[in-house]
């Protein structure tokens, strides 16, 4: 699914109406449809509702959704009468009006409206077309229902938030943002996250999301998708009966250093439990009986050191290489690192203290194969790409690097994102707070080895791998509890995370 900017979002609706031959108001209609069938599954008629309409369409939405709920709920409108009406809002208010809604109107230097604790607010303010921080009258009235502390759900996004840029000025914070048809960029930016609330996309029929480029061009809009279960479905490769654990890939993990082979144990048993047939791990002298004795599925091969990683062996028996977690980043370390890096070809994920190397020695970064998967959390992204102003600034950063460097860079936030090679964007839905717990990146290193050892595409295995980590995430933390939650849950789970994403 397609995530547009707010004028791709506009030119969709345009492309909507124009192509089925509907008026602009009977695409609000079908938008507020969405919403109210949304809405309804969250609150119960016998909790009045008060919507605030702003003059714009965003306000034209909240007018059309009052006529929807009144047949449910005891319904106010709250006509905020910021400037002059957009048309679609004109019409909108004379079909309130004539459906015998109670409105009543605020203007600059009113009170503000004072409701009880039970009512449920609806904010239809300001919309996606925003375009400045609010200011005055209209930021102090935000500011006041924000201290009020009333549910309030938000009609496509919080008022005062931007659909694609860093919101800068108040925004009235949701305790549920419905998106309506598509979702936006904003729903995805860790700074929104108190404003957002839970969120969620209301869908409606429009033009496919994916011709929005046919409509309109952006030169500087990111190319950005949600990551949906269907079409990653389609990519899980099957399993046949004569098939061996030869088929499915022998992977090298070079990870742990002595207090840290814990990070080896758990990114190990990822790779096998995503699907790889054989694991070695490359492990100093004093992981050795770590290893053997809480893994015993894998192989080892010793390093000459007893601390940590100083030299790696033959690698031509492996179809991939995980690097990174717990090996440290000292001097000996970075050169065994370098030596792999001339010695191997073929698409790596390195994560952790790998990327803390090569940001250390950037001259490394030449060496990393090809279409090879990136995994940073966003302290290692600063070291490895610098530092950004926003989130928003931060993706077309990532974008730019992965571009530039021929790799897949996964941006492991809540709503993790990868960036492609050929400059797209595609952002992660599962996951949740549980799962920032110690050892949950070294999982989603061992998954995306795991997946590239059984020959899968690295743009299948990152997209996949990245879905698949935070949907074993949400399945353990739902039987368990977010803060019950252990990487090693994660890892336990990833055989129900295929059966559900399979179907």
């Known amino acids: 699914m397609r995530i547009p900017s707010a004028a791709q979002i506009r030119a969709l609706d345009e492309a909507t109406t124009l192509n089925e031959g ?37 306000g034209g939405d909240g007018l059309v959704v009052a006529r929807q709920l009144m047949q449910h709920y005891h ?50 303010l300001f ?18 229902f924000n201290n009020k502390g009333h549910t309030t759900t938000a009609l496509d996004l919080p008022s005062g938030m931007f659909a694609d840029a860093p919101s800068t000025g108040p925004v009235l914070r949701a305790e549920r943002t419905i998106s309506l048809g598509l979702p936006k960029m904003a729903l995805f930016a860790p700074a ?3 404003a957002l609330g839970e969120w969620e996309v209301a869908p409606f029929r429009m033009e496919p999301s994916d011709l929005v480029d046919n409509y309109l061009t952006e030169p500087n809009a990111l190319e950005a998708y949600l990551i949906e279960p269907k079409p ?58 770590i290893m053997q004795i809480s893994f015993p599925e894998a192989m080892c091969t010793v390093d000459a050191h007893r601390y940590r990683m100083t030299e790696v062996g033959d690698l031509a028996a492996y179809r991939t290489i ?7 980043t000292e001097a000996m370390t970075a050169a065994a690192l370098r030596d792999v890096l001339t010695r191997y070809d073929q698409p790596m994920v390195l994560d952790a203290d790998v990327l803390n190397i090569i940001s250390q020695e950037p001259n490394l970064l030449e060496l990393v194969p090809k279409n090879s998967i990136l995994t940073p959390h966003p302290k290692e992204f600063e070291r490895l790409c610098g530092t950004t102003e926003d989130d928003f600034a931060r993706w077309r950063v ?28 595609y952002l992660n839905p599962t996951g949740n707070p549980g799962m920032g717990t110690a050892g949950a990146g070294d999982a989603l290193t061992g998954i995306l080895t795991g997946l590239l050892a059984q020959g899968y595409a690295p743009e299948a295995a990152a997209t996949v791998g990245v879905y698949l980590h935070g949907l074993a995430g949400d399945l ?16 336990s789970y990833l055989g129900k995370g295929f059966q559900v994403l399979k179907g």
């Not at 840290?260 to 694991?279: D, E, N, Q, S, W």
């Not at 995980?322 to 440290?328: N, Q």
């Not at 353990?476 to 890892?491: K, N, P, R, S, Y």
Request: positive net charge.
């Open 75 to 124: 319904v106010l409108v709250v006509q905020a009468l910021i400037g002059e009406r957009s048309p679609d809002n004109a019409i909108n208010y004379r079909r309130a009006v004539k459906a015998g809604i109670k409105i009543h109107e605020v203007k600059p230097l009113d009170p503000f409206p004072k409701f009880s604790d039970r009512i449920i607010l609806v904010d239809a």
């Open 127 to 144: 919309g996606t077309g925003l375009s400045r921080p609010l200011h005055g009258y209209w930021a102090n009235f935000v500011e006041h």
């Open 322 to 328: 995980g690097a990174g977690p717990g090996l440290g």
């Open 476 to 491: 353990a933390a739902e039987d368990l509890g977010q803060e019950f939650l252990l990487a090693e849950d994660i890892v």
């Open 192 to 194: 929104n996250t108190l």
């Open 22 to 58: 509907i008026s602009s108001t009977d695409l609000m209609e079908r938008a507020s449809r969405a919403f109210v069938r949304a809405f309804r599954q969250h609150y119960g008629p016998e909790r009045p509702v008060a919507i605030l309409c702003g003059t714009g369409n965003n």
């Open 398 to 425: 990532q974008v730019k690097f992965a571009k530039s460097q021929g790799v897949y860079l996964v941006l492991k936030t809540g709503y993790s994102a990868v960036a492609t090679p050929t400059g797209l964007l």
């Open 232 to 289: 990653l479905a389609k990519l899980i490769k099957k399993r046949n009966a004569n098939d061996h654990k030869g088929s499915f890939g022998h992977a090298l993990l070079l990870a742990g250093s002595f207090g840290k082979m814990g990070a080896a144990v758990i990114a190990g048993r990822a790779v096998l439990r995503a699907g790889a047939g054989l694991i070695t791990c490359h492990v100093p002298r004093s992981g050795y009986e």
